[in-house]
């Protein structure tokens, strides 16, 4: 059997940070992994005057997007993207989930045929009453085994190396080890688990969490307040994945990196409770404060409290799920915040 | 039958929040409890020229350790501790730990006999090889069936209604029920769980996760280590008590606000966690810290750190513990704190 070759889809600041660590990590395994050339696709952008293509190929650092991180030289940038995942057996999907639909149409029917998948991707597919994680949708477009990575990971911390872990939902025992060799450092944890659609739900519903925690700092109400909303925001991600998707294990949850430490991360610091909290204390809508904050970016808690709010409404499924329509509530229909725990 | 008798054994910071809660429920609940009066025993001490238990009888407020909170007119100060508890049938112990012992003595063959207990004292008492939760030793020595109650509960926020939650872990479910009514509120929520042992144990195990957390604060290592460090004492927490008590459930860890909220709410804020912080940035030992910031008392995360210590020791079990094992080290064998995270 030849070499695992990897392939990185995507180069902003989390697939820069991953990218480090492949890099370095398939040397480190060169047994098992092709270690002469990383690609990475770069949507091409110019920086500074440059291509961004050529400042990483050339000085070896993502200035726009990791500045400052020496990623290794076999890392590549690649601006076509069916260029970079030529002969490619291991994809890493790390891209903002709204351009996920046109990678995969451009990938269709262009990846080996051994090739497995796996996707740092954060978010959840909602159409009305279907929810999909985006592990799936890979899978049975690329036909390619897919799984996931979620964790308690800023892409600024684990690229200079401090200590932390993430969480592989696997789709094989041998695939999460695979995933497992192409990541872990000995300050980057990756703990496996064989849960794909709960690691990845994890990733997409913790946001929701996010911004109630912000709501509770923008109000003031102090750490017994933010930890009990933490608590059941984390029990309500469990019983929502129990609930719509069969198999999901409740470690993931409860136990795991993609779980109660991510919920815990977003909660300290991250862009969902900031805005959160500048939505109570400046009491601007939240449009306006993507644009100030957020260079006119979505924040994601507050758009899959809406996905959310939309399928378990037409589920008839809302009733259970009170912090979660809490932050929609809030959000968008209005609600004065201080209403956040009245019923929880 | 009669209604119960509420007597509260103890009146510093967190006594005197719960006797604010306790005094307004037996009004609310006078079906069930005896609402004319809840005694409530203070160690005599002076406070601004007058004694402690005058000011509370005649301010409705316990001015030196919970000012600014009125207390309800049927809460009554008794210094004389046996005068305190007679005819209760309902007792309340929140003090220190290092003062239960001597109460104790002195209510030996002086409560009801029909009389139930509830501990909210923190810590776990060690000697050597043995281990034992205060809820079993008030229990054993006064022969009355004793729960536990702990979580995420800072005081103050308590006394001013902030919105918290707390567990009882119960003997019995029908004692469960009392304790709820005798503490709930709106903004005060008492889950039940079937586990004194584990409800106790979170309360003292979690100062040792917050110690963690203060030496990765102090270190400035960011969010997703400290994340990952809460979640790996969490899980430390749970495999401790499951492996040295029969029957801890397991939600009392993971799912309970005396688990995973109050581990958070500990490495949020708290003693433990800044003392620790300080301990790493000032490079000054704990024992002058203790000095500093804490008025001589006892940072207890690092002596239960020692406990824990000397109990695992003593069972030939270091080795599985090893964040335990590393806050004892850093704190009383100078192991340099930048080793907390290697080998977790």
Redesign the interface.
Known sequence: MGKEKVAIIGSGNWGSAIAKLAGNNVKKHSDIFDDSKVPIWVFEEDFEGKKLTEIINTEHENKKYLPDVKLSENVVAVPDLVEAVKGATALVFVMPHQFLDKCLDQLEGKVEKNAKAITLIKGVGVEGPDIHVFADVIQERLGVSCSALSG???AN??AID????TTVGYRTEEEGQLWQKLFQTP?F?VQLIDDVAGVSLCGALKNIVAVAAGFIDGLE????????I??IG??EMKYFCQEFFKDVKEESF????AG???V??SC???RNRKCAEAFVKQKKPFDELEKDMLNGQKLQGIHTAKDVHIFLKARDRLGAYPLFDKVYQISWEGLPVEKL?EG?
């Open positions: 308690a990971n800023i911390e684990v401090r200590f932390s872990e300050n944890k109400y102090g750490n017994n307040s933010k930890a009990a933490m608590r984390l029990l409860l136990q795991e990196s109660v430490a991510d815990i991360t300290l610091g991250g725990t929880l």
